[in-house]
């Protein structure tokens, strides 16, 4: 059954995307749009606006991430779309499901030197799954559907659409399409087969499960899988929070002897990249399971890999009936170095240290985030250290860059986290270079009444290329900002509060003002610009 509607471009481009259940616009103005927005007007759609472009698509990706629904930007034509153009491939990188909707110069006149005018899809197409120019009026139901199915499809991903001018303020009529939902891939039992007896066999056994777990509506699946065949799990990405930290098998900070100790790794829902060794942990054998087949790694031969929809694959994991050795000594093993890990993490998120180190901040931070508080991290070392002292309870409630690892996340994930969940706590860890990306997107969370708490990790660097530079040189250069500058007082100039904190004392007081605000609050943490977050390099 399709339904057939009239209206103006805007008007069909919004029937479609309500259809797809998309629930608002996050957007930043351009008279190329003006269709989509007269839509949403009308209907009251909602429409949340930023001050620069990389924000609304940053917003639409923490929609994305956090609810498993298409989030969506509307770009105007040329710098508003070259502008997203991080935060898709951010997106991209992420396997998140955002459709970027971009104004275009008028068709009838292309070539003539229209303002703003660009072809967008040779910059667009290699970081989208599906991108293409909708020349006709009638056809922009069918084009967003497109678009959003390939968004959904695992592996998930962005997609981009862009309206010549005549095309979005046309009338016309078309026919709604029915949403018809993604079919789930089936993985080849066989494959699945030899993983399961592969874990079952094995004598020390490691799962590392990431994003696409959460994505894909998996995380019961997993843990099913992780009781059945008793494989300690550890998580990244969105995948974090996806066992209860006290579970038996939830492991986070004994990763390196897991990781050299065991002779099965399994890997699910994330890339074998920089995060996890390129796939090389020495002599053990690596299962690796993909939401999709184009995710297999062609860099390294996993034992076996099978590809398909993840609640399938590990749900057939947790029903294998075959003979499984026993783990309870590996585990035993593991937890010892895991709870030797959480006491010398222990000690160092109390340390009374003047300046402050990261650490304490964090220790203070976890006793004022409640279970279902949203984090994000945007940042260089700071966001680390909150990697390592931060134990997401719940799973969709860590929101970290992701493998593309850009700067300036900060205020658009915050944007469309708030948006997500108007009644839970919003903390936004921020290096104090990161906050320049993204803080005068404050004006719009104050404008729009959308509270976030946000704490710098103020130390007067690039810390994360400060000190490798210097390691590697012998001295740095371009990696210095101002010391102590008030980044408190640059959000309450833009309507909003804060502080700075200078003795780890005063942390936990200032923390609780912040979240007891109701207003975008920035507690400015000075820290020790001499501590560095030991790590071997990310570069090759
Ligand atoms: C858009 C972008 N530009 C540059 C970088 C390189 N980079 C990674 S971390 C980092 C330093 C971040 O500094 P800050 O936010 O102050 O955090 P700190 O390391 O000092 O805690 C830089 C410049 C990047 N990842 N993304
Ligand atoms: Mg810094």
Same mark, same amino acid.
């Given at each position: 059954?399709?339904?057939?509607?009239?209206?103006?471009?805007?008007?069909?481009?919004?029937?479609?995307?309500?259809?797809?259940?998309?629930?608002?616009?996050?957007?930043?103005?351009?008279?190329?749009?003006?269709?989509?927005?007269?839509?949403?007007?009308?209907?009251?759609?909602?429409?949340?606006?930023?001050?620069?472009?990389?924000?609304?698509?940053?917003?639409?990706?923490?929609?994305?991430?956090?609810?498993?629904?298409?989030?969506?930007?509307?770009?105007?034509?040329?710098?508003?779309?070259?502008?997203?153009?991080?935060?898709?491939?951010?997106?991209?990188?992420?396997?998140?499901?955002?459709?970027?909707?971009?104004?275009?110069?008028?068709?009838?006149?292309?070539?003539?030197?229209? =303002?703003?005018?660009? /072809?967008?899809?040779?910059?667009?197409?290699?970081?989208?799954?599906?991108?293409?120019?909708?020349?006709?009026?009638?056809?922009?139901?069918?084009?967003?559907?497109?678009?959003?199915?390939?968004?959904?499809?695992?592996?998930?991903?962005?997609?981009?659409?862009?309206?010549?001018?005549?095309?979005?303020?046309?009338?016309?009529?078309? /026919?709604?399409?029915?949403?018809?939902? *993604?079919?789930?891939?089936?993985?080849?039992?066989?494959?699945?087969?030899?993983?399961?007896? =592969?874990?079952?066999?094995?004598?020390?056994?490691?799962?590392?499960?990431?994003?696409?777990?959460?994505?894909?509506?998996? #995380?019961?699946?997993?843990?099913?899988?992780?009781?059945?065949?008793?494989?300690?799990?550890?998580?990244?990405?969105?995948?974090?929070?996806?066992?209860?930290?006290?579970?038996?098998?939830?492991?986070?900070?004994?990763? !390196?002897?897991?990781?050299?100790?065991?002779? #099965?790794?399994?890997?699910?829902?994330?890339?074998?990249?920089?995060?996890?060794?390129?796939?090389?942990?020495?002599?053990?054998?690596?299962?690796?399971?993909?939401?999709?087949?184009?995710?297999?790694?062609?860099?390294?031969?996993?034992?076996?890999?099978?590809?398909?929809?993840?609640?399938?694959?590990?749900?057939?994991?947790?029903?294998?009936?075959?003979?499984?050795?026993?783990?309870?000594?590996?585990?035993?093993?593991?937890?010892?170095?895991?709870?030797?890990?959480?006491?010398?993490?222990?000690?160092?998120?109390?340390?009374?240290?003047?300046?402050?180190?990261?650490?304490?901040?964090?220790?203070?931070?976890?006793?004022?985030?409640?279970?279902?508080?949203?984090?994000?991290?945007?940042?260089?070392?700071?966001?680390?250290?909150?990697?390592?002292?931060?134990?997401?309870?719940?799973?969709?409630? +860590?929101?970290?860059?992701?493998?593309?690892? &850009?700067?300036?996340?900060?205020?658009?994930?915050?944007?469309?986290?708030?948006?997500?969940?108007? /009644? !839970?706590?919003? &903390?936004?860890?921020?290096?104090?270079?990161?906050?320049?990306?993204?803080?005068?997107?404050?004006?719009?969370?104050?404008?729009?009444?959308?509270?976030?708490?946000?704490?710098?990790?103020?130390?007067?660097? +690039?810390?994360?290329?400060?000190?490798?530079?210097?390691?590697?040189?012998?001295? /740095?250069?371009?990696?210095?900002?101002?010391?102590?500058? !008030?980044?408190?007082?640059?959000?309450?100039?833009?309507?909003?509060?804060?502080?700075?904190?200078?003795?780890?004392?005063? =942390?936990?007081?200032?923390?609780?003002?912040?979240?007891?605000?109701?207003?975008?609050?920035?507690?400015? *943490?000075?820290?020790?610009?001499?501590?560095?977050?030991?790590?071997?390099?990310?570069?090759?």
């Amino acid at each position: 059954m399709t339904e057939r509607i009239e209206g103006h471009g805007g008007e069909l481009a919004l029937a479609a995307l309500r259809a797809h259940g998309v629930r608002e616009m996050f957007t930043l103005s351009g008279g190329h749009v003006f269709p989509l927005y007269d839509a949403a007007y009308k209907t009251d759609f909602p429409i949340y606006d930023v001050r620069h472009e990389q924000s609304a698509v940053f917003a639409a990706e923490a929609v994305a991430k956090l609810q498993r629904r298409p989030g969506l930007a509307v770009l105007t034509a040329g710098p508003g779309v070259t502008n997203g153009i991080s935060g898709m491939t951010s997106a991209f990188f992420n396997a998140s499901p955002v459709l970027v909707l971009g104004g275009r110069a008028p068709a009838f006149r292309w070539g003539s030197g229209s =303002l703003q005018e660009m /072809d967008h899809l040779p910059l667009v197409s290699p970081v989208t799954k599906h991108a293409e120019t909708v020349f006709s009026t009638d056809d922009i139901p069918r084009a967003v559907g497109a678009a959003l199915n390939a968004a959904l499809t695992p592996h998930r991903g962005p997609a981009f659409l862009d309206f010549p001018l005549e095309t979005v303020f046309s009338v016309a009529e078309a /026919d709604l399409p029915t949403v018809t939902g *993604v079919d789930p891939i089936a993985p080849d039992p066989e494959e699945v087969g030899r993983a399961a007896m =592969l874990i079952a066999g094995a004598q020390r056994p490691v799962i590392i499960a990431g994003s696409d777990v959460y994505a894909g509506d998996a #995380v019961a699946a997993l843990r099913e899988a992780a009781e059945a065949l008793q494989v300690p799990v550890f998580t990244n990405g969105m995948g974090r929070g996806s066992l209860p930290p006290e579970h038996p098998l939830a492991f986070a900070k004994a990763r !390196r002897a897991a990781l050299s100790g065991a002779d #099965v790794v399994v890997v699910v829902g994330t890339p074998l990249d920089f995060r996890l060794s390129f796939g090389d942990f020495g002599d053990a054998k690596v299962v690796h399971i993909v939401d999709a087949p184009s995710q297999r790694a062609t860099h390294v031969q996993p034992a076996v890999a099978p590809a398909g929809d993840l609640r399938l694959i590990l749900s057939a994991l947790a029903d294998h009936s075959g003979d499984r050795a026993d783990h309870s000594d590996w585990i035993a093993d593991l937890r010892v170095a895991e709870d030797a890990a959480k006491a010398r993490d222990a000690a160092e998120m109390a340390a009374e240290t003047d300046p402050i180190r990261p650490a304490r901040i964090y220790g203070e931070l976890r006793r004022a985030l409640a279970p279902d508080a949203i984090t994000i991290g945007d940042g260089g070392d700071f966001v680390s250290y909150a990697g390592r002292y931060l134990e997401p309870a719940q799973p969709g409630t +860590w929101l970290d860059p992701g493998p593309y690892g &850009c700067l300036g996340t900060g205020m658009g994930y915050a944007m469309g986290a708030r948006v997500s969940h108007p /009644d !839970r706590q919003i &903390c936004v860890l921020m290096g104090d270079g990161a906050a320049g990306f993204s803080l005068m997107d404050v004006e719009s969370l104050v404008r729009q009444k959308l509270p976030v708490v946000i704490v710098v990790g103020n130390n007067g660097i +690039w810390g994360l290329e400060k000190h490798p530079m210097r390691a590697m040189y012998g001295y /740095d250069v371009a990696a210095d900002l101002q010391p102590e500058l !008030r980044y408190d007082t640059v959000v309450s100039a833009l309507g909003g509060a804060g502080e700075t904190v200078a003795k780890a004392a005063d =942390l936990g007081p200032a923390l609780q003002r912040a979240f007891d605000s109701g207003v975008p609050y920035l507690v400015n *943490v000075l820290t020790d610009p001499t501590d560095a977050y030991p790590r071997s390099s990310n570069l090759a």
